[in-house]
């Protein structure tokens, strides 16, 4: 007898399917930011045939400016995000480096360096005072949070007085960040550049140090992290102090962005932060996402509000869609998550 080798069934179109779907699903878990990337290329496109004066260089440098504050912001918000914390107080702490940056210098003629650098360590010790009730009373950064909030912003509105500091009362360097040099007839503000810098420094950080990996490692398993000998509660709170640091640069950038320091500004603005780093593919859960992908979160919406609106959609509309991202991009990360199950 002649035994006949038995041909292999072709694979049923549901099994290619799952097959597509799992090395699509294996593919968005290693590489974060190609979900948005493409998001944020198909909105462009999109947008740009729906209205002629989506691409000409006004509206672009429009996008860039607005999307600089929030991006800055988005980056402290990820480093936090990446340890499966949150941080509510953002936009606070924000805000009252800015007033503390501008009203120092204007009442008292200090210069804008040391000015800045006051500023810079209140941003800091901000961030520090948040990671140490994170890491000491061990409490939800969520509730931490949510606390300084309001105490960081009562503090903006006593120090400040609920008044508005001029830029004319501030030395040049508070607003140096608003200042626009042109590219291709697109003006761009040295905010934004400052924001691709600070992208690149703390994507090459996370990449490339034992901190970086430490905060990744943090945040995918916390108790698992402690046990192989990482110093999980030092981490926390270097994160959240640089977070802090962050913030104040962000600070910087709305100075310059607005030509003045005023205490009801970035009302709104940590919620955008989050919004940005969650639609950017950064896992809400911890271990996995890039600042890169921040970066290209806050360009998805600053596209998407200003793209809306070019085309007549009301306010109320592109705050929805914005919305539906949201819950979008939080149910896609879900779904990769399980490629570890």
């Not at 069934?9 to 779907?21: F, G, H, K, N, W």
């Not at 006004?58 to 990820?78: E, H, K």
């Not at 697109?186 to 691709?196: C, M, Q």
Request: hydrophobic letters at 55%.
């Amino acid at each position: 007898m002649t035994a006949t080798a038995a041909r292999p069934s072709a694979p049923l179109p549901e099994q290619r399917d799952r097959s597509v779907l799992s090395r699509l699903q294996h593919l968005l878990h290693a590489q974060a930011t190609i979900g948005p990337a493409v998001v944020l290329l198909v909105s462009v496109v999109v947008f740009a045939l729906l209205s002629e004066r989506f691409l000409t260089p006004g509206n672009i440098s429009l996008i860039l400016q607005q999307v600089a504050v929030v991006g800055t912001l988005a980056v402290g918000q990820t480093i936090v995000i990446l340890t499966a914390g949150i941080d509510l107080s953002c936009g606070a702490i924000m805000v009252l480096t800015s007033i503390v940056m501008a009203k120092v210098a204007a009442e008292t003629g200090l210069p804008g360096l040391p000015a800045l650098l006051l500023g810079f360590a209140v941003g800091t010790l901000c961030g520090l005072l948040n990671g140490l009730l994170v890491t000491r009373l061990k409490l939800p950064p969520f509730i931490v949070t949510l606390g300084t909030l309001n105490v960081f912003f009562a503090l903006n509105l006593w120090y400040s007085g609920s008044a508005t500091i001029r830029g004319t009362d501030m030395p040049s360097l508070l607003l140096w960040t608003g200042q626009t040099f042109t590219v291709g007839g697109t003006r761009i503000t040295y905010g934004s550049i400052l924001l691709v810098a600070l992208v690149a420094a703390m994507a090459f950080v996370l990449k490339n140090t034992a901190w970086g990996r430490h905060v990744y490692a943090t945040g995918d398993d916390l108790e698992a992290s402690r046990l192989s000998g990482i110093r999980t509660a030092r981490v926390l709170l270097s994160v959240y102090a640089t977070a802090g640091l962050i913030y104040a640069v962000a600070a910087w950038t709305l100075i310059g962005r607005i030509a003045s320091a005023s205490p009801q500004a970035g009302q709104t603005d940590n919620l955008d932060s989050i919004t940005a780093v969650v639609i950017g593919g950064t896992s809400l859960f911890g271990g996995r996402g890039a600042v890169v992908g921040s970066l290209i979160g806050a360009l998805i919406v600053g596209v998407f509000r200003n793209g809306l609106a070019l085309a007549g959609v009301d306010v109320l509309w592109q705050t929805m869609a914005v919305g539906v991202l949201i819950i979008v991009a939080v149910s896609l990360d879900q779904w990769i998550r399980k490629v570890k199950a």
